[in-house]
């Protein structure tokens, strides 16, 4: 089955540092790749996605690319602020879940002044 | 935007209890999600439907059913509520092989 496994956090950084959580997947199928953000007392929103091998999905100053090779979609910023704060889900979808996502643990980042 | 409403931010039931989460979206998506989010854990998925009066069990179904008479309202249901149903539980819904979008959650709390 589809799974999902994400650096343990928490991580914590200074301000403007550079920021990389690592995520590797296993699916059976060819799955979409999705990083999830989560502020403190929210609900989910999503950040960036990647449908295909090789893509790069963006916001926000966060990146992310889809590496079918490795089986792999790091998030990564070059420069963190204070306001990102917050737990990162890591996840995939695919047909043969009916595209239920299927979450990492979470990685919870904490940005100091 | 995408709306999705979950109808309690904070709910405290006891054992034994038959317990309602509801959930309403806007957008007339088709497909809607139940995951429930616990320290250590990450989300798991309950159930999900992807039309009105259909349902798929997700990872976790025990203890739990759901009810989508309509296609904005998805209920998630507790049968007999337990201190082991204490969690965060979120909404989600989509349109079919789309991005997932969220509720602000529930946080139930079982005594």
């Known amino acids: 089955g589809n799974s999902v496994t994400q650096m343990e956090g928490p991580v914590t950084l200074s301000e403007e540092a550079f920021l990389t959580i690592n995520c590797t997947y296993t699916a059976t199928g060819y799955p979409s790749l999705f990083w999830y953000v989560q502020y403190p007392g929210e609900g989910l929103q999503l950040l960036l996605k990647?449908?295909?091998?090789?893509d790069k999905g963006s916001n926000k100053g966060f990146e992310a690319t889809y590496r079918k090779e490795t089986t792999s979609f790091h998030l990564e910023k070059g420069s963190v602020q204070v306001s990102d704060s917050a737990v990162y889900f890591c996840a995939l979808s695919d047909l043969y879940s009916g595209y239920a996502l299927n979450f990492g643990k979470g990685t919870s980042l904490l940005v100091t002044p | 935007d995408v709306k999705v409403t979950q109808s309690s931010r904070y709910l405290v039931k006891r054992t034994g209890e038959k317990v309602f989460l509801e959930c309403v979206q806007d957008m007339d998506h088709e497909n809607m999600f139940w995951y429930r989010q616990d320290p250590g854990l990450g989300l798991r998925l309950i159930y999900f439907s992807y039309d009105v009066k259909m349902k798929e069990k997700g990872d976790i179904p025990e203890g739990y059913s759901v009810s989508r008479e309509k296609k904005e309202r998805f209920s998630l249901i507790l049968e007999s509520a337990s201190t082991n149903q204490t969690s965060m539980y979120l909404c989600?819904?989509?349109?079919?092989?789309?991005?997932?979008?969220f509720g602000d959650g529930t946080r139930l709390s079982i005594l």
């Open positions: 989600a819904s989509s349109l079919y092989g789309q991005p997932q979008h």
């Open positions: 990647a449908t295909k091998a090789d």
